[in-house]
């Protein structure tokens, strides 16, 4: 497979990265700037060209002609489309782009087959979407969906005086009574696929592979609340801010927006009527007293500055009592240094945009044997949780799991058998017709038969 990324900044990177390892993709990626471009090259394994992804001369020497797909992520969705445009006439490839504006986001179905365009990504929209999902279960960090949303991989903290303290995973079900597996742990900078004999600490993030059923009776019985929030402030009225608005009034859930901008208040004032805007500057704690953040159940920092983002919600967190934080990072390279101040949930847009189109690419490499239907990031993308359909008879068929031989690093964490979600025990088989959740740490996987040692 050969792509073409347009744009070379972080999510165009995070690209490069990931398929640039890959042994049978080809990767060239197009920048205006000569210096990212050089950057790029010199760090991942791929070719680049120097311009502009609306430049017919500089696409054909990208071999536009000879490309499967066409992945356009520059920051201007104008340029992102007319990149689309050409690369659908010149090569007639599949194409990627990534839309920010709304108003883009509804017309541009309209031409979508003239453009080419196999997916529409929208950053903002994408990371609303995140956060909704956090705020309807607050004891999550992360929660990723499988099996058409029938089962969930829900990361959490263990909290102190939590009955898994000091309790071997083997023993979970047993003492429980509750069937649920645990595929990940992050301890300070590790993160362990955990063996049977792995014990649980205090402070660990630990991720469970669930039904939706079953996990809500988990968390209960480890004394983690599990009901969605009631109501939530937002600092930062821009578009992130409107998206996860939408999705939570309709959801029931009381709104409360503050934004400096007396203009974009009037605007949300009109778009989201049932909601409260508040017009203001949030990173004013006396602003946050006043309304109600001692009260609230839920803190969403959106403002496009980081730093404020991060300050608002630490000041959040020695307010509330126990609610939820969410914390919005546009850039990656502070992650380290934000992973160890506890912030709750922290949303890196761009991370989410870039694992979007990486899980669209895998399910389009299809093989005969099986496919990627579903791939989510996690343990703080250290791993790969990976769905796969089981087409036709494989070696892994037939023969019960504690028995594949399966190379290091690998847990088959879920069976979904017909809409019958099956939590894998040693003695359980998979069968054609399944779709199955692979979790590794190994990159790049795309048949189900890549789990198995090699003869």
């Not at 995973?169 to 597996?181: E, F, P």
């Not at 109501?231 to 998206?243: L, N, P, Q, R």
């Amino acid at each position: 497979m050969k792509i073409i990324i347009v744009g070379s900044g972080k999510v165009g990177q995070k690209l490069a990265q990931e398929f640039g390892a890959e042994k049978d993709i080809d990767v060239t990626v197009i920048d205006i700037n000569p210096a990212t471009v050089s950057d790029t090259v010199g760090q991942y394994d791929v070719m680049g060209v120097v311009g502009s992804g609306t430049n017919i001369d500089i696409l054909n020497e990208a071999d536009i002609s000879g490309a499967d797909l066409l992945i356009a992520v520059t920051g201007s969705d104008e340029i992102n489309l007319m990149s689309c445009l050409l690369a659908k006439k010149l090569g007639n490839c599949q194409t990627i782009a990534r839309i920010r504006k709304p108003e883009y986001a509804k017309s541009v179905n309209v031409f979508k087959d003239d453009l080419g365009l196999a997916m529409i990504i929208n950053p903002e929209q994408a990371a609303a979407r995140e956060i909704a999902r956090v705020l309807r279960l607050p004891s999550a960090i992360q929660i990723d969906t499988f099996a058409k949303g029938r089962v969930e991989i829900l990361k959490f903290r263990v909290p102190e005086g939590c009955v898994l303290h000091d309790l071997k995973v083997m023993d979970i079900v047993s003492k429980l009574n509750c069937d649920v597996l645990v595929c990940g742990v992050e301890r300070a900078d590790e993160a362990f696929i955990p063996g049977g004999h792995f014990v649980l600490k205090e402070g660990d993030l630990v991720s469970i592979v669930s039904s939706i059923q079953n996990c809500s009776q988990f968390f209960k019985k480890i004394g983690i609340k599990t009901s969605r929030v009631k109501d939530t402030m937002i600092v930062g009225g821009g578009s992130t801010a409107y998206y996860l608005a939408v999705q939570l009034i309709q959801s029931g859930i009381d709104v409360k927006i503050i934004d400096k901008d007396q203009k974009r208040c009037d605007e949300l004032c009109q778009l989201l009527p049932k909601a409260t805007i508040i017009h203001g500057d949030g990173a004013d704690n006396w602003l946050l007293l006043e309304e109600g953040i001692d009260h609230a159940q839920s803190f969403v920092s959106l403002t496009n500055i980081d730093e404020v983002n991060v300050l608002m919600s630490l000041y959040a967190k020695s307010r509330m009592q126990g609610g939820k934080i969410v914390t919005k990072i546009d850039r990656i390279a502070y992650d380290e240094i934000i992973s160890g101040l506890d912030l709750d949930t922290t949303v890196y847009p761009k991370d989410i945009t870039a694992e979007y189109i990486i899980k669209f690419i895998r399910a389009m490499k299809n093989t005969i044997g099986s496919n990627v239907e579903t791939m989510h990031m996690i343990l703080d993308n250290k791993a790969e949780a990976l769905e796969f359909r089981i087409n036709d008879n494989s070696p892994v068929t037939g023969i019960s799991i504690d028995k594949l031989s399966l190379k290091k690093n690998i847990l088959i964490a879920c069976i979904n058998r017909n809409g019958s979600i099956i939590i894998p025990r040693g003695r359980d088989v998979i069968q054609k017709g399944d779709t199955v959740v692979i979790v590794t740490t190994h990159k790049g996987f795309e048949d189900i038969n890549d789990i198995l040692e090699k003869a």
